[in-house]
């Protein structure tokens, strides 16, 4: 596959362990949040979203906190996986854009080791 | 599969060439979006389309225009090429604005200019 970062923050767990990948949002007005993961060679995948009037939200496996305050969002992932392996990005979007566009951080990315 | 489609997966030409890179959205989407993503930029907004109308700009060059169709299927063109063009091109297609739901990305195309 191909690579979509060779300078990312990495973050290698083992097996089974719980994950937990962090990002600071740049916008105060966001009010929409999205995880996305990207594997090699593949477009980005919808995770999680969540809301600003909410602070934590809960899908299979995953969990996405928001603190506003500080303007930081988390993914926790429990019981990562070999498959989880990918580079994971959150996404901000808001009213001052009319939602149109998504503005991506960075990215992280995640090596899980059997 | 996403159900987007992006043609072509690879491409390869010269500096100072044209390019057109096309997008199929999933069935029933109205949006489409444009993302370049490079190995020191991430993943950039470029441009929105709604129903055939532009609804947002982002960091789109001068050398770069886009369309969507009466079908909705999109194209970005890219003209001018530079070496720093060099890049994946994400599209990405939803039922409305961002905001509304995840965004669906295809595989992109790696664009290379030599």
């Known amino acids: 596959g191909e690579s979509v970062g060779l300078h990312l923050p990495t973050l290698s767990v083992q097996e089974g362990d719980n994950s937990i990948i962090n990002c600071a949002y740049s916008n105060s007005a966001s009010d929409y949040f999205i995880w996305y993961k990207q594997e090699s060679g593949k477009g980005p995948q919808f995770i999680i979203d969540?809301?600003?009037?909410?602070d934590k939200r809960q899908g299979q496996r995953v969990t996405v906190l928001l603190n506003k305050t500080v303007k930081h969002l988390s993914l926790q992932i429990a019981a990562t996986q070999p498959g989880d392996s990918a580079v994971y990005f959150c996404a901000e979007t808001g009213r001052t854009s009319g939602y149109s566009t998504l503005t991506f951080g960075k990215g992280t990315m995640l090596l899980v080791s059997p | 599969d996403s159900g987007v489609t992006q043609t072509p997966k690879h491409l390869i030409t010269a500096t100072g060439q044209r390019v057109t890179l096309r997008c199929s959205p999933r069935?029933?989407?109205?949006?489409v979006y444009w993302y370049q993503q490079s190995l020191d930029q991430g993943l950039q907004f470029l441009i929105q389309y709604y129903n055939g109308e532009e609804r947002a700009k982002g960091n789109i060059l001068e050398r770069f225009s886009a369309q969507q169709f009466p079908d909705l299927h999109s194209e970005l063109n890219l003209s001018s090429l530079e070496l720093g063009d060099s890049a994946l091109y994400f599209c990405a297609s939803s039922v409305g604005v961002a905001g509304d739901g995840e965004l669906f990305f295809g595989e992109g195309s790696r664009l290379t200019v030599l």
């Open positions: 069935s029933g989407d109205l949006s």
């Open positions: 969540i809301r600003s009037n909410m």
